[in-house]
């Protein structure tokens, strides 16, 4: 038996971007969303992974960056495989944490190179705002954090 070399091996397996998101909501549980100014849509705070980064890490540094305050990174939420689609070439694996409950928007200080606004929205309004993939991570993550249980999605569809 032939076996391939390691190097071939890990050049030929599937490769995929990963992201990482926080949940974020207030005491009357609206939901936190932030206006990127390079896109058309609002999001959940997070962003990429860098290289060498662990999700939880990613999130954690995307939240001091976006907003410019430090939260307590908890436990996951919900992982999303999103396939390949528009310009993205590559798979995108979406890991939400729960970063908990915050009072206000008082104390954040957006990064205004990323960010327009951020804001709390109520479930109803915080969906059209959302693109039809990542408003299904909303639902997900409000069950899990209820349920104590991360949820699974691919491509925005409980499996």
């Known amino acids: 038996m032939t076996w391939t070399d390691p190097a071939t091996w890990y050049a030929n397996l599937a490769a995929f971007h990963a992201a990482a998101a926080a949940f974020i909501t207030d005491p009357a549980g609206r939901v936190l969303l932030v206006k990127p100014n390079y896109r058309d849509y609002w999001t959940f705070p997070g962003g990429y992974l860098d290289e060498g980064e662990y999700p939880h890490e990613a999130c954690a540094r995307e939240i001091r960056e976006e907003l410019g305050v430090t939260v307590a990174v908890g436990g996951l939420l919900v992982v999303d495989w999103a396939s390949p689609a528009g310009p993205r070439p590559r798979a995108l694996i979406s890991f939400t944490y729960d970063c908990g409950i915050i009072a206000s928007r008082n104390g954040f200080n957006l990064l205004r190179q990323e960010l327009d606004d951020a804001a709390f929205f ?36 409980a499996v």
């Open 122 to 157: 109520p479930l109803q309004e915080a969906l059209p705002r959302l693109p039809g993939n990542v408003g299904s991570r909303v639902h997900a993550a409000m069950r899990a954090r209820d349920q104590k249980t991360p949820v699974y999605l691919a491509d925005g569809s």
